[in-house]
């Protein structure tokens, strides 16, 4: 059954360092998203993208974010300056279609620790 | 805006029944979902229920919508150690899902 990935599982980073957390979307999905879950807080929408653009984003997803699809298979979110409220669990999810029968699925999540 | 709220424990009986309550306030909610994460792994999707519809049934799951009072339960019947894990709550408005906080379903044998 297809599925998404993450990569790294886990990544350790100092305070003020850029990363780049990395997701492959199932093949044929065409919208892509990332959610972040801070330890003990709920599941968070960051922000969605569709043909190359954001089509929306939340509050949280501020300047110090950005996402690409650099190449036909990933899909990336990047925290320019990072910050050591940004620890959290990190999902990647996509979907076939975006309409109001769409599912979202996700993948097993890239824990982000910032020292 | 979006708040869904759900209780944070259960404990069930291994062979009981269980039952995971949600609320939600965003009448605009088109779709209603339940997510399961196991330890070390992401969400993966259980079921879902389209928001006119009552209830759905899915082999050992039944999902039961109020819209009126905006509750959404889920029942896992015969309840085994494998569905130990943390139960999430969702509902689709516009582009995003907004998850409660999960509830952690523990069986005991």
């Known amino acids: 059954e297809p599925e998404v990935t993450q990569t790294p599982s886990h990544q350790v980073t100092q305070m003020g360092q850029e990363v780049i957390l990395r997701c492959v979307p199932i093949?044929?999905?065409?919208?892509f998203y990332w959610y972040r879950q801070i330890l003990g807080q709920k599941v968070e929408f960051l922000v969605s993208?569709?043909?190359?653009?954001?089509?929306?984003k939340s509050e949280i997803f501020d300047d110090q974010f950005s996402v690409e699809r650099p190449d036909g298979s990933n899909f990336t979110l990047k925290i320019r300056s990072t910050k050591l409220e940004d620890s959290a669990m990190y999902f990647c999810?996509?979907?076939?279609?975006?309409?109001?029968?769409?599912?979202?699925?996700f993948g097993p999540g890239t824990r982000l620790t910032v020292l | 805006g979006e708040d869904v709220e759900q209780s944070l424990f259960l404990s069930v009986r291994e062979g009981d029944s269980s039952v995971i309550n949600c609320t939600y306030t965003?009448?605009?909610?088109?779709?209603l979902y339940w997510y399961k994460q196991e330890p070390g792994a992401g969400l993966q999707l259980l079921t879902y229920?389209?928001?006119?519809?009552d209830m759905k049934q899915d082999q050992r799951l039944t999902v039961l919508l109020n819209k009126k009072d905006k509750h959404l339960s889920l029942r896992i019947a015969d309840t085994q150690t494998g569905d130990s894990a943390i139960y999430f709550c969702?509902?689709?408005?516009?582009?995003?899902?907004?998850f409660g906080a999960g509830t952690t379903v523990t069986v005991r044998a």
């Open positions: 999810a996509s979907s076939s279609i975006q309409g109001i029968t769409d599912t979202q699925y």
């Open positions: 093949s044929n999905h065409l919208y």
């Open positions: 993208f569709y043909n190359n653009e954001i089509s929306e």
């Open positions: 965003d009448s605009s909610s088109t779709y």
């Open positions: 229920i389209f928001s006119n519809m």
């Open positions: 969702a509902e689709r408005v516009s582009y995003k899902l907004s």
